[in-house]
């Protein structure tokens, strides 16, 4: 680039987490958001910004200390201007065949969560006594006793199930509003504590293989 020339403004926002082909290299566009002029745009999108080594693992961090000497190199007069957060976890992704989900351990997992639930509720229901609490409802309001409230149990378990259709707004694909559901609240959440602990993570490998660096340096120079 000419230094008369004059120099672009570069304003990049790095993505939170993103998906990479495992053996393809991480170009700016996979981690990146620019705003920039139109002739610089598709360069800097189709930068190299690193090539995963399998050493390196299947998560891989990258902040704006690894992108912004890679734009420097290509545009030295750059004027750089990052915007939010200044790291992306970049996930390597194995072949699609890989990933391909297990019929058999979907419908394990699904018995073991149907009958740990029904389980859950059950003793639940013993610990309380529900079935005399039953009892002494189905007493008061028809004023006779009855052993086996059948009707009353069956309203009550279509109660629990509708109640939670409600709590989880969630019915097979449909949701009743746009509203997040506990569930995906909580999946949001351990998502980011992992995102969290692997950011940590990498810069203490980073902090150490720096400092590994410097003391080899100074045996080095002895």
């Keep these: 680039m000419n230094p008369d020339s004059p120099a672009p403004a570069v304003y990049i926002q790095l993505k939170n987490r993103v998906t990479v082909p495992k053996g393809k290299g991480v170009l700016l566009r996979d981690v990146a958001y620019l705003i920039t002029d139109p002739q ?4 800097l999108y189709s930068l ?8 390196d693992g299947n998560l891989i961090l990258i902040d704006l200390l690894t992108v912004i000497p890679r734009i420097q190199g290509l545009y030295p007069y750059a004027d750089i201007q990052p915007i939010g957060e200044g790291r992306t976890i970049v996930q390597i992704e194995g ?10 351990l979907f419908v394990l997992v699904w018995l073991l969560l149907f009958f740990g639930s029904a389980l859950t509720i059950m003793n639940f229901h013993a610990d309380v006594s529900m079935l005399e609490v039953q009892i002494r409802i189905v007493e008061m309001l028809t004023g006779r006793r009855d052993e086996h409230p059948y009707l009353f ?13 409600i709590f989880f707004n969630h019915l097979f694909k449909k949701k009743w509003n746009e509203e997040p559901t506990p ?5 949001f959440l351990y998502q ?22 410097t003391s080899g340096s100074r045996e080095g120079g002895v």
Excluded: C, H
């Excluded at 149990?153 to 259709?165: D, E, H, P, R, T």
């Design 40 to 43: 610089w745009r598709e360069p």
């Design 48 to 55: 190299l910004v690193l090539e995963p080594q399998e050493s």
């Design 95 to 104: 072949p699609a065949t890989a990933n391909k989900p297990s019929v058999a």
């Design 153 to 165: 149990q069956v309203a009550y378990s279509l109660g629990i199930g509708f109640g939670m259709v």
């Design 183 to 187: 569930l995906e609240v909580e999946m």
């Design 192 to 213: 980011k504590n992992i995102d969290q602990y692997v950011i940590n993570e990498e810069y203490r490998k980073m902090k150490r293989r720096r400092s590994d660096d």
